[in-house]
């Protein structure tokens, strides 16, 4: 079974500086892929960014990229220049090919002014 | 309007009783899914569909009901409502093109649900 761990319930940062939010993963696939979902006070659920397993580059948007430790299980969201905008619950899931997605507890980000 | 509407957006309702949740997608997506989100535990899947007519269980489908007799449509029925599932309850759907397996889910705004 897919689990995906959170263990950072809350973080905050100071607005334009560098926050790294983490996440582990756990599944038996070897081809999978790893997501990291925004949801700000309006509920609504934002991608922000995602990854293919069988890459090994990191994936990149704009000041969004990830460190992606496939032995290691690792999935970490850094976000850079920290907006107030940012402030959010960020949600860390896994899919297993074209089947459910596994969500990990979420990280309540606060962005300091 | 394109997308993924949940309703209602709030419901309040006493225990015993049954809710349907509603969900509409526009886009002709295969999958869909319902999660419920609660502190602490994130987003759970209780049901998802591949298509019209198939329908397969999450993590937490004790207590729930679905169908898809449309491929627009994903209600979710709680067949007596208990305490245990106030949540917000999350609709999503997704496409897979076939020979690809890179797909994003869509959200819908999810819809508050309180047990009393």
């Known amino acids: 079974a897919q689990t995906v761990t959170q263990s950072q319930p809350e973080m905050s940062v100071q607005e334009a500086e560098t926050v790294t939010l983490s996440c582990t993963y756990d599944t038996s696939e070897s081809d999978y892929y790893l997501f990291w979902y925004k949801q700000p006070p309006s509920r609504q659920m934002i991608l922000v960014i995602r990854?293919?397993?069988?890459?090994?580059q990191n994936a990149t948007e704009n000041r969004f990229s990830v460190n992606f430790q496939k032995a290691a299980k690792s999935f970490s969201l850094k976000i850079s220049d920290s907006q107030l905008g940012d402030a959010a619950m960020y949600f860390c899931?896994?899919?297993?090919?074209?089947?459910?997605?596994?969500f990990g507890q979420g990280t309540r980000l606060t962005i300091n002014p | 309007d394109a997308g993924i509407t949940q309703s209602p957006r709030y419901k309040i309702t006493e225990t015993g009783r049954q809710v349907t949740l509603m969900c509409h997608q526009t886009?002709?997506?295969?999958?869909m899914f319902w999660y419920r989100q609660d502190l602490g535990h994130g987003l759970r899947l209780i049901y998802y569909?591949?298509?019209?007519?198939?329908?397969d269980k999450g993590e937490v489908p004790d207590g729930y009901v679905v169908s898809r007799s449309k491929t627009e449509n994903f209600p979710l029925t709680l067949e007596s409502a208990t305490r245990s599932q106030t949540s917000v309850y999350f609709c999503?759907?997704?496409?897979?093109?076939?020979?690809?397996?890179?797909?994003?889910?869509?959200f819908g705004q999810g819809t508050r649900l309180t047990v009393v």
């Open positions: 899931a896994s899919r297993k090919g074209a089947q459910k997605l596994v």
């Open positions: 569909s591949a298509a019209a007519d198939i329908t």
């Open positions: 886009w002709s997506h295969s999958y």
């Open positions: 990854q293919e397993a069988y890459k090994q």
């Open positions: 999503a759907s997704s496409v897979t093109p076939l020979g690809s397996l890179n797909t994003e889910a869509f």
